[in-house]
């Protein structure tokens, strides 16, 4: 079946670092893949997004992804990490049923930022 | 464009109540989502509406949720009788049928607490 594994629930990162958080897919077509980003109490925010072509992906905010098909995985980095960036992100791929996909998202790891 | 609308945002009610929680998707967005996110199973698609007809429901825990699109702008997610395992962070989210590929836009979502 189709799924999304974030392996860290949490991460905790001092302002100024770099970040990575991990994505772990599995599909058995080309994924389309997304980057959500939740502050709290708000909805969900679209970071960025690969379907093809040039696997490293910019988005909003300063973050990036790359799409790596040999590890099935699909990682969200941020060179330096700002105070505001403390949320949860979820990763999330589209499978598709019929004409229209359906998003299946990770569980989601929430960062924290110490000063 | 104001996004996507939930309301209320907060919802306390006592179990065996009829909850109604309402979304109005962004106009000229011809798909409908509702999700469910909770600590335990993460973000769950409940159901997702095409031109306001329902196309997967599958999503849905039991009979007691019913969803309902009566037009473009509106719709309607119901829980009756609620239980305390409903509590519940309920999401909408809209997207638009000229993309090829689900971005979709979430609303900021209603906090349901069943006591």
């Known amino acids: 079946a189709q799924s999304v594994t974030q392996p860290d629930i949490h991460i905790t990162v001092s302002e100024g670092a770099s970040l990575e958080l991990r994505c772990n897919y599995s599909y058995g077509a080309t994924p389309y893949l997304f980057w959500y980003v939740q502050s709290p109490g708000q909805g969900l925010q679209l970071l960025l997004k690969?379907?093809?072509?040039?696997?490293l992906v910019q988005g909003i905010k300063g973050f990036e992804a790359e799409f790596k098909r040999s590890q099935s995985s699909f990682n969200l980095r941020k060179p330096s990490v700002h105070w505001s960036d403390a949320a949860e992100y979820f990763c999330a791929v589209v499978v598709y049923g019929g004409s229209q996909g359906n998003l299946i998202f990770g569980k989601g790891t929430k960062l924290s930022v110490k000063p | 464009d104001a996004g996507v609308i939930q309301s209320p945002r907060h919802e306390v009610t006592e179990m065996g109540q009829e909850v109604t929680l309402r979304c109005k998707p962004i106009s000229g967005h011809d798909y409908l989502f509702w999700y469910r996110q909770t600590m335990m199973r993460g973000l769950e698609l409940l159901i997702y509406?095409?031109?306001?007809?329902?196309?997967?429901d599958s999503g849905m825990p039991e009979d007691r949720f019913s969803a309902k699109m009566p037009n473009a702008s509106f719709s309607t997610l119901k829980i009756q009788p609620s239980e305390p395992r409903d509590s519940a962070v309920y999401f909408c989210?809209?997207?638009?049928?000229?993309?090829?590929?689900?971005?979709?836009?979430f609303g900021p979502g209603t906090r349901l607490t069943v006591l």
């Open positions: 690969y379907f093809s072509g040039d696997t």
């Open positions: 509406f095409n031109n306001n007809v329902p196309i997967d």
């Open positions: 989210a809209s997207s638009p049928s000229d993309r090829a590929y689900n971005e979709q836009f």
